[in-house]
């Protein structure tokens, strides 16, 4: 039997509101079934916890019902029930499985095996077990049982922080609370970030940094009980004290720790890294649970270059640990320091590019394959940075896609395309239609239907003409979600395409469901169906989603073609439109329009 350690918790004075309970009613109670007399009082306003059976002292026997604040006129009290005052209370509180048989002896003993390991001692106050409590409650909780056993309040150092009575704290124990962890005694982040302000004052010259943490910890804080997981806590920070490669150590927070590490070459500061986890990879009460850890280390120059801010870079490093399973130690590097400036330094300065207009659309003409005649264009976005340097999509748009910005860029993307496809229908130009972007990070926004369809109609442009890109990856952010955004695109009259299909993870019942009119075809399939690389499994590949997207009714664009043999494969395998460098690059919209208009 596994015990939760819960935590433990305060209850104010309260009023308990019971009906009386046979043996008969505890059993179906502790089976899920909660008198209606009382269930109905659920989840009214002022209750403090669930319908339990209580143990109250005083009646002698055992109770179900469920308790209230008291005197609040905005409470709908249970008249019809019974009531009793219960005092001010603390108690512990486990948590157990459902099939156990609960009965007072069995939860004295429970609750006597804890006393003797556990003193309950807390950062401002200290509880002790009652040897005759006034109540024990069990409340029923998704298959478990959650039980609480009264327990008294001694040493209340709370008081004082309240009442900022300085003078009653020695300065040692001042100390202490500013500058170690009470869960495992070890020093805490204020400690360590005095080293990294002046480690020549303990005699280190250089060190390099890692920050890491435990993978799933809440699973093993809600599974096994805080006591089990504190239990984790402190042996990793016994660990890194025995450690003669760690030249000091902090838990964070929570399950986070960081070190500062004596510098050796990566590979062998990364075993000593995998043997330190080794040895706290087991968890004490469940052998067959396996405790895995993600760290970030950040190298010595690089860690002696940040100072304290040399934890922000390890955090990135740490974040790259993606994997469920396994440990993983990822090393900073200095393309990682280069991102994090540069993603930065556009954030704050990309208001500025908006306004002075740096942002440039680009169009990729799209083609007929069987006339070779043009069909429209795909709307690309380029920074024309500072009027000096024209960067590619790949240098901002990961970053702006990281926040709300990419919305700024699609939609002035969108006004563009809608401002010149007006003045070129003004002009009497021929019109095609053109696809733009639509980021999955706008998914969620509940007004993007409205919104995009106001700068469509302000400048008078056709529906049909505007063909929304969505890429594959975004299909699986939020399903339900986007199918409706682009069933209500669809519904009125604008194009969709999936962009970059074959590269995510799509599910052909998903691709069943989009309500789509294109199916581009990534580039990667383009590539292998000519020259060295061509496979004959690929082409079989490639020919099967291209019927498979025709009897679905999609239209099929191959994307990325570069040669005349990749064109004519692609004609024999079924497809209808090409994009690629074979007919054109993307090009500024005045080249497009004295092209191919």
């Known amino acids: 039997m596994i015990i939760n350690r819960l935590n433990q ?26 008198p209606p007399a009382v269930e109905k009082y659920a989840d009214c306003f002022g209750v403090y916890d669930y319908p339990g059976v209580f143990y109250v002292r005083h009646l002698q026997k055992e109770v179900i019902g469920i ?40 939860v004295r003993n429970i609750f006597e095996e804890i006393a003797g390991e556990d003193d309950a001692h807390r950062p401002y106050s200290d509880l002790s077990m009652e040897d005759a409590p006034e109540i024990i409650a069990v409340f029923h909780d998704y298959s478990k049982f959650r039980i609480l056993h009264k327990w008294k309040l001694y040493n209340d150092r709370a008081i004082h922080v309240m009442k900022d009575e300085y003078d009653w704290f020695q300065k040692e124990e001042l100390y202490k609370l500013a500058f170690t962890d009470h869960i495992t005694g070890n020093y805490n982040w204020n400690h360590l ?121 390890a955090k990135m490093a740490q974040a790259l640990c993606t ?34 207009d740096e942002f440039v659309v680009y169009l990729q003409p799209k083609f007929d394959i069987g006339t070779e005649k043009i069909k429209g264009a795909e709307a690309l976005v380029r920074w024309n940075y500072k009027n000096k340097e024209l960067l590619p999509p790949y240098r901002f748009i990961p970053y702006f896609e990281q926040d709300a910005t990419i919305d700024k860029i699609d939609d002035l993307v969108l006004k563009k395309i809608c401002e010149t496809m007006c003045r070129w229908k003004r002009e009497g130009k021929p019109l095609y239609p053109v696809s733009v972007n639509l980021s999955r990070m706008r998914m969620n926004d509940e007004n993007l239907i409205d919104k995009l369809t106001d700068v469509v109609d302000s400048y008078g442009v056709d529906h049909q003409l505007i063909d929304f890109e969505l890429t594959e990856s975004a299909s699986y952010d939020n399903m339900e979600r986007m199918l409706f955004v682009l069933k209500k695109l669809r519904e009125r009259g604008f194009k969709i395409s999936m962009d ?20 581009k075809i990534d580039k990667s399939f383009v590539d292998k169906i000519a020259g060295d690389a061509k496979r004959n499994e690929d082409i079989i590949l490639l020919r099967h989603i291209i019927n498979l997207a025709k009897e679905l009714g ?14 004519d494969r692609l004609r024999d395998l ?23 208009l």
């Open 500 to 519: 970059d299909f074959g590269t995510g993870y799509s599910s052909l019942s998903l691709l069943t469901q989009m309500p789509i009119d294109t199916l």
């Open 554 to 567: 999609f239209v099929c664009l191959a994307e990325g073609a570069e040669s005349r043999v990749q064109i």
């Open 323 to 356: 994997d469920k399973k396994g440990t993983e130690i990822v090393f900073y590097t200095d393309k990682m320091h280069d991102d994090l400036s540069w993603r930065n330094f556009i954030k704050a300065y990309v208001e500025t590019a908006i306004e002075q």
């Open 574 to 596: 079924g497809c209808e439109i090409i994009q690629g460098y074979y007919y054109s690059k993307p090009i500024p919209i005045a080249e497009y329009e004295e092209t191919y």
């Open 67 to 106: 308790e209230f604040r008291c005197n609040d006129p905005r409470v709908d009290y249970p008249t019809e029930l019974k009531s009793l005052e219960l005092e001010e209370s603390f108690f512990y509180s486990i948590e157990i499985d459902d099939d156990t048989e609960i009965n007072l002896p069995f």
């Open 193 to 313: 970030e005095a080293f990294l302000e002046v480690p020549g004052d303990r005699k280190i010259n250089d060190y390099a940094f890692a920050h890491f943490d435990i993978k799933q910890f809440r699973v093993i804080n809600e599974a096994y009980g805080h006591i089990a997981a504190n239990k984790v806590l402190s042996n990793i920070v016994k660990a890194m004290k025995e450690s003669d490669f760690v030249y000091a150590s902090a838990r964070c927070h929570n399950d986070n720790f960081a070190m500062l590490l004596r510098d050796m070459p990566e590979q062998e500061l990364k075993q000593k890294l995998q043997e330190l986890f080794e040895r706290n990879s087991v968890l004490e009460e469940d052998l067959c649970y396996k405790i895995y850890f993600k760290c970030g280390v950040v190298p010595m120059r690089r860690a002696m270059l940040l100072g304290n801010r040399v934890a922000d870079a």
């Open 9 to 34: 918790l305060y209850k104010p004075k309260r009023m308990l509101y019971y009906i009386e309970a046979s043996g008969e009613d505890i059993q179906s109670f502790y089976k899920g079934m909660i």
